[in-house]
Every structure is written in C-alpha cells, then in structure tokens.
C-alpha cells in the first residue's frame, strides 16, 4: 500500500527545475545492443520510418550500413544529409556534419554509432559530444550504440572477451536519454547471421567469429546488455513514484566512497564504483587526498586523467589534505554519511605496515567496506617507472653541498680539539652539526651528512686510525646514532617544510580567490576591479586570460573585455561561441576542439551565463585537477560580480519603468476623470432632444457613446493596474452571464447575428459576474469592430471534467496574423489597417479580468477561418456530480 508523504520544497523546485531545462532539451532515443549485428540501426530506421509517416521533419544525419543491403533499402525513403569532408594526410575523410543539421533544424536527425571518434578537424573529438550539441539545441536524436562502447563497461568487457575497447561514451549521456531501446536477439541467432555473411563479409566474419564473436562472449554481453537496461528501468519506475510522492519499500540511502591517487588501477576503480552506484540508484564520492608529497608529473598525469574520468562518470569529486590517507577517507566518510567504502585488493602484502585497503577496514567501524581487485589499463605500467623521478632542482643540489661543506669544516675543527677532550666529544660535535643543520636541510642531505660524519668521525678520530673498525661497544652505538638522528629529524624537517609549501600554495590560492572576489565586487569601477582580478589571476597561474562578456539581448560581444591581456584568434571564436552557447569547458586540455591555443570557460551562476573567461598558458603541458579548481571558482566570482552588475541595471531600468508607468496612470486617469462628466452632460443633453428632427444628433450620439467607451476602458486599465482586483463568487446561470454580456455591447450587434451554443440546461456556476460578462463584452464588441457586417458571431461554450468551464468567441472576420496572437493583448496594440477609433485596450482588459479569476486567455485563428478566443476556467458547479 502507498503512502503519500509532504512534499519537499526543495525536492519539488529540484524537480520543476529538471523538467525545464529537459523541456528546452531534445529528446535522446538510444537503440542499444549486446554487440554489432544484432539490428540497432535496422530498428532505427523502421522506427524513423515510422516518424516520418507521422508527419515529423526528419533528417538521417549519419548512418553506417556496413554492406547490409536491408539496411541500405530503408535508406531510399528518407532524406540522408551529404557528409563533410575533411582532409587528413592528404586523404579526405568523411564525416557527419554537425553544422548543416544545426542549420537545417529538423524535428529529428539520426546519428548512428554513438561512441565514434570524429576526425582530426573536427569540431568535437567524440560523436557523442556532437549529438550533445544537437540535444541543447532542441533537437531530437535517434542513435545507436553497444554495451561493450559505455565507459562503466569497459573492464568488464576486457576480462570477458580480452579485448580493450578504445571508443567509449560516458555513462551520463545514457542516463539522460529519453528513452534506451533493447535491440535483443538469441546468440544462436546472431552467430547464424554471421555464417550467413549479414554481420561481416569475407576474411572479417571468420577473424571475428574465431575471436571476438564467440558463444560464452556473446552469451555475458548479452546478460550485460539486459541488466543495463533493466537498471535504467529500476530508475525510470523511481522517478515516476518520486513524482507521485510516493515511498517505495525498498528505498536506499545508500552513498559509496572511493579515495583515488596517481595509481595505474585508479580508473578501474572508479569505473566499478559507477557500475555499484548505478545498481544501488545511490550517490557516490571521489576523494582525493592531497598530501605534502610532490607527485612526479606521470603520476600528476595520472591522477588527472582518473578525476577527469571521475567527472565524466557523474561522481562528487572532494578534495581532502592529509598525511594519513586512511584517517582523511574515513573522515570524509563520516561526514557525508557513507554506507560504503570501496578500496582496491593490495596485491603484496607488506611485513611491517599494513596496507590501505587493511587501515581503512580496522578503523571504518559501522561503515561497510568493499574490496575490490582492480585491473590494470593496457597502456599503463603497475610500477612507474624509474626515469619517471625528477632530477634534483638546484636548491636541493645547493642543499648537497651545504651537506658536505659543513662535514669538512667540523672535521677540520675535530682535528686540534681531539687531544684535548678525546674522540667522544669529536662525535658529540658531529652530532650536534647533523642536529642543528636537519634544522634547515631535508632529507636527503641530512642523510648524507650523517653518513659522511659518521665515516670520518670512524675513519680518522677512533682508533686503529684510518681504518673503519670499532672494538667497543658504545662506539658501535653512537655510530649507529648517527643515522637514526639524521633520519628522524631530516624526515621531520622535510615535512615540515613540505606541509609549509603546500599551506603557503593553499594560502597563496585563498588569498588570490579573495583579492579577485573584492577586486571586482568591490571596486568603485567595474573596469577597472576586473582588470585588477584578471591581474591576479595570471600571477597565479603564470597564465595569460581573456573575458568577453555579453550583451543585453544575451549575445556575446564581438571584442574582448578591454581587461583581457591576450587577444583571441578567429579560430579562438568559434570555441569561445561554442563555450557560452553550451555551457561548458572547451577548447585546449578538452575534448571539445582542443586544437585551440587557450581553455575557455563559462561564465555561468545559478540563473543565468554571463560569458566566458578564457586561460592560455604556453608552458604548460597538462591541466591539472588543482589548477582547473581555481580556474572555475575563479570564474563563478567574476560571473556572480557581472550579475551583480547585471542586477544593479535591471533593477535601475524597473525603477525607471515604474516610475513612467506611475505617471502614465495618474495622467490616465486625470484626464479620465475630467472627460466622464463633460460625456455624462452631452448624454443627458442627447437624450431629451429629438433626434429624428436633426440627423446629425445620430452622429453626436454615436461619438459620444464611442468616447465613453475609450473613457471607462482607460479608467478600467488603470484600476486594474493600479489595484488588486477582489472577485467576488456568486452562483450564476451561464445562459443569464451570456446575455447579460450581450445587453451590454446591444449597441454593436444591429449588424451581426449571435449563434450561441450553450450546455442544456444551463449550468449554475460560482463566479464574479461583472468581471466574467465584462470581458465577454469586450470580446463581443471586438469580433464586431474587425469583422464585415452581417457576419455572425459564434459563442460556445462547455463543462470539461465538472471543474473547467471552456468558452470560445469566434468571429467569421479576416483572422489574426501568424505573429500576432500575442501582441493583441499588449496595451495599445492595434493590428496594421485596424478601423480608425478604438484605443488597443479592450482585449488586454479582457485577459487581465480573466487572469483576476484564475483563467487564460488565448488566441488562435479558425482553421475554417475567423479569429478564435479561448477562455478556460477553473469554476465550482452546483450540484456537479462527485
């Protein structure tokens, strides 16, 4: 049994939120399957086919048919896009063209072969990424793709088949797909279609069937495919019951935790944890512990690349300092509530200390955890290797010679002090020298000064002279002290000094990250403060930037920020456009047109996308997981001062708004006032004359009556913007509010019959009368002004589901132009050859007293021609059936 539970505010906004960014989306169909040839684009194109029958603007982008003439058939009635092409190595190449479907805009293109790696050239590195272009621009997408192409998959495959797959599609693409199609077939089946030459012709279909196409390969594949798809299903059924507020008897609070490094298996762990967090429908945490340890840069490279791989996959990516990795992940662990711990099997144990995966197991207490044995990339190595380590920089070498300096003064300054206090004290002063210089030194020319002190103090100052033997006893142990003092106290010293470095970088990075927050929220200028952070922000990253910012209509500026210290190239346009259009990173050390000198990032808040900043670094080889940090919280500040600013003028230009509009409605409703008594007067006047003895009194009286109509429409829109209307509900017959509308406009209807079709017998309905019958009147009265005489005028009206009374007006006129549907309700508006007379106001008084009551009010043409009001309202019904 269900149980409706209190709707969350923050859920339901959530959930508002992601039905309207998905509502401005395209819509993602993906035909997957266990392998090639099982049908995924045979599907699409008969499912395209059927598209097409339905009356959609279909266009097939890209689609491979491999030599398969029932695939190629299908192509014959559908519009294929010609393909690009793109010259590599003075051999063109084909490619789906991106642009051209952009340009075009159909309802729906096909874009096969979802995981295909584009071309050199081409804007985008991945296919998927060009099928992410298309979806952000409205567009809907039929593609396909295999199990064994989705990243979470890839090391399953590999133990499977031994084979790596190289073309991959993140996880994320599948989880905002609209819809994932299982194209299944029997392995039975399939292998007939490969003996039958329908998968592969000739040497192929034999290379594949002996290898890759085998029966237990394509047996686990399939299980792969079916069980991906029913997790995705599993997650479909929990947002429908979030949906309808709903608790399920199986709901997880499950939260999965995997602490990641410069490791070669990093990225087979976290392809593990995603495949576990998808079965469980929980979140999951990548932590990084960052340590005073400078890492090689194979090992930044690595470490890089696994946080990439993290990102890509969906993870929460924190950042943690620590010396103790076990300690950091637990603390993180139980900060964020996490069920699960996942650690990777150790593969040797070690004798003396116990391994990660053993720390994190004694001291995790309630949280679970989870060993995994992770696999190895093909192109990684298990150990690093040993050129990997970097050459001492001078300061260390500096460090050396210090070491060995100061052995050769003490030793020199030992030589008259050894008649005169013994050889003991000799080893107490090159004691003392290794204790004072760990002070200063790390460890490793504290190392070498203990071993150079402990060889001289035994070589020249202990007898037998220049020999290396020791006879007694407490010799032996003070030699031995030697080493034990330089390791501890150089080991000290050096991490000290090492945790010093990286506070002072982390101090280094706050500092710069406050200095840009104040420098450009601060600053009397706004010019200038942004000039003042972008300084900043190259100091520190000893980079060079670019902002262009956009303009009120939300397009971007064709120059530079005159802050911006580097100008781009019209080859940097194209990423910066494509950047601010889509909302993400692009350009160098991405995926998206990475052939470009510098990295450009948008400059998005929570409401909307300021611009775009970009960095160009010349030295750099790599974009670290450090320095992409700073970047983006670099540019969420700039982007929340540009809002700031943003903000100032909007609220600027609606103070100036308001202030027009006070005065617009004091001076309406000045002169109104002023002309209703004169009116009244010549009325009365009109009235007690005869007007068949003048016939120009007609004419008086129809300006008059004209006059008073523009007068209470202005008073009337001046009230209702002015005021809050009140409605007041009273049962009505609908048949009496209709006619009553109708005595209202008697004037207007000499020249135009009246078909009314009204619900028999007439419902007695709960609503203000004079609002619901003036706006009827007023659309009466503007069906009769636009409209040739002896046309009639349809009013019909109905009772959908007992609660919503539906009530058109439509007139047999010219009808409405296509963009104008809405222009008609804006104040003064007055369609081009409108009669002379009238003042634009009695539709959008009508659609303010119909909003007043909770209702709409649209417009549309008749398809049998003539202009057609809508009105749909919420009403109570007297003795409506439950």
């Given amino acids: 049994m269900t149980e409706l539970i209190r709707p969350d505010p923050d859920s339901l906004l959530a959930e508002v939120m992601r039905q309207e960014a998905q509502s401005k989306m395209g819509k993602l169909h993906i035909f997957l399957g266990m392998c090639p040839g099982v049908g995924k684009t045979f599907a699409m194109l008969q499912a395209a086919a059927q598209r097409q029958r339905e009356g959609t603007n279909l266009l097939v982008g890209i689609v491979e048919t491999h030599g398969r003439r029932e695939t190629a058939d299908l192509l014959n009635h559908l519009e294929v896009l010609p393909r690009k092409t793109l010259p590599h190595r003075d051999h063109p190449l084909t490619e789906f063209d991106l642009d ?14 979802l995981a295909h790696t584009n071309a050199p050239g081409s804007r985008h590195t991945k296919r998927y990424q060009d099928v992410l272009e298309l979806l952000s621009a409205g567009i809907d997408v ?10 979470s998959q890839v090391d399953t495959v590999r133990q499977i088949t031994g084979v790596t797959i190289q073309e991959t599609v993140p996880d994320s693409i599948l989880d905002h797909a609209h819809e994932i199609e299982l194209i299944d ?3 039975d089946k399939l292998l007939d279609r490969m003996a039958a030459g329908k998968v592969y012709l000739g040497d192929r279909a ?5 290898n890759f196409f085998k029966e237990g390969n394509l047996t686990a594949l399939r299980e792969m495919a079916l069980r991906f798809t029913a997790e995705h299903v599993d997650r479909d059924l929990e947002n429908i019951r979030r949906s309808h507020r709903v608790t399920s008897p199986w709901k997880t609070n499950a939260r999965l935790l995997l602490g990641v490094g410069p490791s070669p298996y990093a990225e087979s762990l976290i392809r593990w944890t995603r495949r576990a967090a998808t079965r469980l429908n929980c979140p999951w945490l990548i932590v990084w512990v960052e340590s005073t340890t400078t890492p090689t840069p194979e090992a930044q490279k690595r470490l890089t690349a696994s946080l990439a791989l993290a990102r890509q996959l969906g993870a929460e990516i924190v950042n943690v300092t620590g010396e103790d990795i076990a300690t950091a992940i637990l603390q993180v662990a139980r900060e964020r509530n996490v069920t699960q711990i996942v650690v990777g099997k150790p593969g040797k144990r070690r004798l003396f200390r116990p391994t990660l995966a053993d720390q994190i197991i004694a001291q995790s207490g309630d949280i679970d955890v989870c060993v995994v044995r992770p696999t190895l990339a093909t192109n990684q190595t298990s150990t690093p290797s040993k050129n990997t380590r970097p050459l001492p920089s001078p300061a260390t070498l500096r460090e050396y010679a210090w070491a060995i300096g100061i052995t050769a003064v003490t030793t020199l300054i030992g030589f008259p002090l050894l008649p005169l206090t013994g050889y003991f004290f000799v080893g107490l002063l090159f004691l003392l020298t290794i204790i004072l210089s760990s002070l200063r030194l790390t460890r490793g020319p504290v190392l070498l000064m203990a071993t150079l002190n402990a060889l001289c103090w035994n070589f020249l100052f202990i007898q037998p002279y220049y020999t290396f033997q020791i006879q007694n006893l407490h010799d032996s142990l003070m030699f031995g002290m030697f080493f034990i003092i330089a ?3 150089g080991h000290l010293t050096t991490r000290l000094r090492q945790r010093e470095r990286a506070e002072r970088q982390r101090q280094r990075q706050t500092a710069a990250l406050l200095s840009v927050t104040q420098s450009a929220a601060l600053s009397a200028q706004p010019d200038q403060g942004l000039a003042e952070a972008l300084r900043t922000i190259n100091e520190l990253l000893n980079a060079q930037t670019a902002i262009v910012t956009r303009h009120g209509d939300h397009t971007l500026h064709s120059q530079p920020h005159p802050a911006s210290t580097f100008i781009p190239t019209d080859k940097e346009w194209g990423v910066i456009h494509w950047s601010y259009d889509n909302k993400k990173p692009a350009g160098r050390f991405t995926d998206t047109l990475p052939v470009s000198d510098a990295t450009w990032f948008p400059l998005q808040t929570a409401t909307s996308i300021l611009g775009v900043i970009g960095l160009k670094r010349n030295s750099a080889t790599t974009l670290d997981f450090l320095t992409r940090q700073s970047i983006e919280a670099f540019a969420l500040q700039i982007a929340l001062v540009l809002e700031k600013e943003h903000f100032i003028a909007a609220i600027k230009h609606a103070e100036l708004l308001a202030q027009s509009e006070h005065l617009q409605r004091t001076l309406l409703d000045s002169v109104s006032h002023e002309l209703k008594t004169p009116l009244a007067i010549i009325q009365t006047s009109l009235d007690a004359l005869d007007t068949e003895q003048n016939p120009y009194l007609d004419e008086i009286h129809t300006a008059s009556q004209r006059l008073q109509r523009v007068v209470n429409n202005l008073l009337q829109i001046t009230r209702i913007e002015s005021t ?4 007041q509900s009273e049962w009505c017959t609908l048949s009496d509010l209709i006619h009553e509308a109708l005595d209202t406009v008697q004037d207007d209807l000499t020249q135009h019959p009246i078909h009314q079709h009204l619900p028999d017998p007439a419902p007695t309905i709960s609503l203000d009368p004079k609002i619901f019958t003036q706006a009827i009147a007023n659309l009466i009265h503007n069906a009769t002004t636009y409209t040739p005489p002896q046309t009639p005028i349809d009013i019909h009206a109905s009772i959908e589901n007992q609660k919503t009374l539906t009530l058109t007006v439509r007139d047999h006129g010219p009808g409405l132009p296509p963009d104008s549907t809405e222009k008609i309700f804006t104040k003064f508006y007055r369609l081009p050859g409108s009669p ?3 003042t634009g106001l009695g539709l959008s008084i009508a659609r303010a007293l119909i909003r007043s009551l909770n209702g709409t ?25 439950p």
Avoid: C, W
């Fill in 857 to 881: 009010l649209t417009a549309a043409n008749h398809p049998q021609g003539g202009a057609l009001f809508t009105i749909k309202l919420p009403v109570s019904i007297l003795n409506a059936d």
């Fill in 142 to 151: 039929y593609t396909t793709v295999n199990v064994q192409h989705i990243e």
């Fill in 724 to 727: 809050t209307i009140q409605p």
């Fill in 100 to 113: 051209a479907v952009l340009e075009r805009r159909p309802d729906l293109v096909l874009v096969d072969e």
């Fill in 836 to 838: 002379t007379g009238g």
């Fill in 487 to 489: 390791l501890s106290m």
């Fill in 206 to 210: 034999e290379h594949a069937m002996s």
């Fill in 185 to 187: 077939i029997s392995v």
